[in-house]
């Protein structure tokens, strides 16, 4: 009978998890149809902000969004259409392009959501525990549907110095100082 009325309880609170999790998701993404954007377009546009510039291809869009490509190409005709991004061709290969967040992109992003406001309500360390449960919940999703973590630059195993200057390793690149703090389709953890 205990085990029967534990087994309940913990099935009732991974229940009450998903539910919380999908309902302030869903929140904070009708607050995007106030910008006239949807929440697709939202989405990739808060991606391609928090990219670096090796990340930010369609391809790369749809695989951290776990979006179809489709999906993907028309909100990203949208931003461009509305002057939120623009397309930047690759030099040695036109097939190939990447997007970049315009002034008026980043602007649209500037003001809180009412879930940012929220999250900014809880002290320090809510903050730093709330985010470190929901990236095992993310990385242990991801995991299950064999999905690339896209994580950090400066936390991946290929993140490197070379000259005194931030570099990557598997790209052969050097990168600017912003670059290691923001996202990456190459991620690997670092051991």
């Known amino acids: ?7 309940f309880r913990m099935s009732e ?7 919380l999790l999908d309902r302030i998701s869903r929140l904070n993404q009708s ?32 695989d951290y969004l776990g979006a179809t490509r489709g999906t993907v190409s028309q909100s990203l005709k949208t931003l461009d259409g509305k002057g939120l991004i ?3 061709r690759s030099s040695s290969d036109k097939r190939r392009a990447r997007y970049d967040v315009t002034p008026q992109g980043h602007a649209l992003l500037g003001s ?39 994580g950090i630059c400066k936390n991946c195993k290929h993140h490197g110095m ?8 598997l790209l052969d690149v050097e990168l600017a100082d912003h670059e290691i703090d923001q996202i990456c389709h190459e991620h690997e953890t670092a051991a």
């Open 31 to 62: 607050q995007s149809w106030d910008d006239g954007l949807n929440p697709a377009q939202l989405a990739a546009l808060r991606y391609l902000v928090a990219a670096n510039q090796f990340s930010r291809a369609p391809s790369h869009v749809a």
């Open 162 to 169: 070379k000259a005194k200057r931030p570099y990557c390793r």
């Open 13 to 19: 609170s991974k229940q009450r998890i998903s539910d």
């Open 112 to 150: 809180p959501t009412q879930t940012d406001s929220a999250i900014e309500q809880l002290d320090e360390n809510e903050r730093a525990h709330l985010a470190k449960l929901l990236s095992n919940v993310l990385h242990m999703t991801l995991r299950a549907r064999g999905g690339k973590s896209f």
């Open 1 to 7: 009978m205990v085990l029967t009325r534990y087994y």
């Open 86 to 88: 623009t397309q930047i």
